[in-house]
């Protein structure tokens, strides 16, 4: 029996629902004949072009078809994909192409003003496919060294694509996330391992092909996976919310009778401040799932009640277990008394997924003993992208569990007689920050680098319900910053969301007893301990 490779669902949804919606985006709705149509186009000129045998290929594209077309093509040519937010600044995006060693890009109409950038003194030759583009003239001229292939060549002999066999291990995405030397991490995802997570999710939620999905999460962030391929494994349509309803998603969940909702908590909590999250609001939804971050007991609450037809639940897991790994169904009778410091459970690890809790030592830690949470199973990735370092730190055994290899999460849980587990914080100083994974470190990094200064502390900032929206950065050793050029530096180098809201210039940092830096205390500085 062949292995059902990720691709294999859309795939079997095209032949049993041709006419069926697929996708709605921009306002406009696509069938699944009509989006394979174009993924099968990507997808020969993927395989006809492509000049060494690499296993990825690169997508630059923001909630556009071609994102979602790009996506299929490169996994129907058999391929993993790397997903690049236009977003992000363009170094950082040039880092990510680098580090991937891809030799394909894939490149959106809404991305495309960025190519002269990323394309100049890129260190090896790239094909460009541009779907959107029919001349492709003035970028030929400008870029000999590379390969371009607008919509008219992309189409020829696309109708004779044959889909490769994919064996289990092959990489079916690559996500970077951030790293604590500057450095972005490559977590490679196996089609193993989101096989796994794809047919245990659609089997938990029952997903139809009457279904509607939203699809709130940037292809940057893994939970965006779950919008696109548990939706198409069964035929179901994925609606992509635009960039400007995302976080104020409500009229869309109501004009489109979605009935599956996927996003962070801070979504919620924003429809919750602004008035918008009234009981009934959203009477269509089936499943209403939240992950990425803590999820207040409030919020959870609130939600309930706006989808009263609907099953809330708040989902866990890091990049490295593939989307969310373990789960917490939301009760309204019973769950404020479960819940930590007004936070949800993250709850039980999926069927067939393991988990353990371990000390510093890494010795197995008992129930009700908190520790650092380490998963195992089919859904763990095998290591970090071309970094044995980071694999040997992160992937570990541990004693009396065989040869199972285990992903130290640096999550600190607590965990129930009956298996539930409680999320008590972080580790280290990683955290989530408007749903994305954080390293503080790297901020700090980019921060003693344009300050000139080497005492530099980033804090979440500010800090709602266990959710931060911000970082706030705090200085010392320098009699004075020009904070704006400082700010505008940060910009061209990090992503959006990690770069400070504001700077404060200290005297001198405040230490604890251990002679360590005193977080807590700069925390309370800004009117909180949170």
């Not at 000129?45 to 990825?56: F, G, K, V, Y």
């Not at 769950?335 to 353990?356: D, H, L």
């Amino acid at each position: 029996m062949n292995f059902k490779s990720l691709i294999a669902g859309f795939l079997e949804s095209v032949e049993r629902f041709p006419s069926r919606a697929a996708l709605f985006v921009d306002g406009e709705q696509r069938t699944y004949a009509e989006l394979h149509q174009l993924a099968n186009a990507i997808a020969s000129a993927i395989q006809q072009r492509q000049e060494t045998p690499w296993p990825l290929a690169a997508i630059l594209a923001y909630r556009s078809l071609t994102a979602y077309a790009g996506v299929l093509g490169t996994l129907e040519a058999g391929k993993g994909y790397v997903p690049l937010n236009p977003k992000f600044p363009l170094e950082r995006t040039r880092k990510m192409l680098d580090l991937s060693g891809c030799s394909v890009l894939i490149v959106g109409r809404e991305s495309a003003s960025l190519l002269p950038g990323l394309l100049a003194d890129f260190p090896r030759r790239l094909t460009v496919i541009l779907p959107d583009t029919t001349d492709a003239a003035e970028l030929v001229a400008g870029f000999p060294d590379h390969e371009f292939v607008p919509a008219p060549r992309m189409a020829q002999g696309s109708d004779v694509l044959c889909p490769p066999a994919v064996e289990p291990g092959a990489v079916a995405y690559l996500l970077f996330t951030s790293g604590s030397t500057g450095e972005p991490k490559g977590v490679p995802i196996s089609n193993l391992n989101v096989r796994s997570y794809v047919d245990y999710t659609c089997n938990r939620y029952e997903v139809t092909q009457q279904d509607r999905f939203s699809q709130e999460f940037d292809m940057t962030f893994d939970l965006s996976v779950h919008d696109m391929f548990v939706c198409w494994e069964r035929g179901a349509c994925l609606y992509s919310v635009p960039d400007k309803a995302t976080m104020l998603p409500a009229k869309f969940i109501r004009d489109h009778e979605l009935t599956m909702w996927f996003s962070v908590p801070s979504v919620a909590g924003v429809l919750a401040r602004t008035r918008l999250l009234q009981p009934g609001s959203f009477p269509s939804l089936r499943y209403s799932l939240f992950c990425g971050e803590p999820l207040s007991a409030k919020y959870a609450q609130l939600w309930q009640e706006a989808a009263p037809q609907s099953v809330v639940e708040n989902l866990y897991g890091p990049t490295e277990a593939t989307i969310a790994i373990s789960q917490y169904r939301w009760d309204g009778a019973k769950s404020p008394e479960e819940c930590y410091n007004g936070i949800v459970p993250i709850g039980w690890i999926f069927k067939g997924q393991q988990c353990r809790v371990i000390d510093t030592e890494r010795n197995l830690l008992p129930p009700g003993e908190l520790g650092e949470l380490c998963l195992g199973g089919s859904q763990v990735t095998s290591g970090y992208w071309n970094n044995p370092q980071k694999t040997q730190e992160q992937l570990i055994r541990l004693p009396a569990t065989g040869d199972t290899v285990w992903y130290r999460t640096g999550d600190l849980v607590r965990q129930r007689e009956d298996g539930c587990l409680i999320y008590l914080g972080r580790v280290d100083q990683q955290v989530k920050i408007r749903g994305y994974r954080v390293e503080l470190q790297e901020i700090e990094g980019v921060l003693r680098k344009y300050c000139g200064a080497e005492q530099v502390v980033a804090v979440p900032w500010p800090v709602i319900n266990g959710t931060a929206d911000g970082v706030v950065a705090f200085v010392s050793g320098v009699a004075t910053i020009d904070s704006n050029r400082v700010l505008a530096s940060c910009r061209q180098t990090l992503p959006d969301y990690m770069v400070p809201q504001k700077i404060h210039v200290l005297e001198e940092m405040p230490w604890n007893a251990n002679g360590k830096i005193d977080r807590l205390k700069l925390k309370q500085m800004l009117g909180g301990t949170s």
